[in-house]
């Protein structure tokens, strides 16, 4: 089982980039899926989550900026991604993403999520 993060990058402020993960081993197309993010000194932080039937949430400081899909067409694979407009430097972080296999609704706190990839460094300069 595995999930690859991909597409972060360094990007000026008002900038955008779109970052993906392919997870693949299993189907996770009945799970929740989301981006966490980790900034050096902070704690892991929700970014935004999808179901499978398709609903987001997103956390206050990326809502109206971030737009979380996936694409679970391929029985092989599911593709996750977060399309990253009008970036801040204050999104700086590493991003991860994630799925939480036992949970069908979203939730919130990275210690549901049980499959994690290895994370993607998005860089903003002001």
């Not at 109206?64 to 593709?79: C, Q, V, Y």
């Amino acid at each position: 089982v595995q999930l690859q993060a991909s597409g972060g990058g360094l990007v000026q402020a008002g900038g955008s980039l779109r970052l993906s993960c392919t997870a693949s081993g299993r189907t996770f197309r009945s799970s929740v899926m989301g981006w966490f993010r980790q900034a050096p000194g902070k704690e892991r932080e929700f970014v935004a989550a999808i179901t499978s039937g398709g609903t987001t949430d997103y956390s206050r400081s990326v809502q109206g900026r971030f737009t979380i899909s996936r694409d679970s067409r391929d029985i092989a694979e599911d593709i996750l991604y977060l399309q990253m407009t009008s970036l801040k430097p204050e999104d700086t972080a590493v991003y991860y993403c994630a799925a939480a296999t036992e949970f069908r609704r979203i939730v919130y706190s990275h210690r549901l999520y049980n499959y994690w990839g290895q994370g993607t460094q998005v860089t903003v300069s002001s």
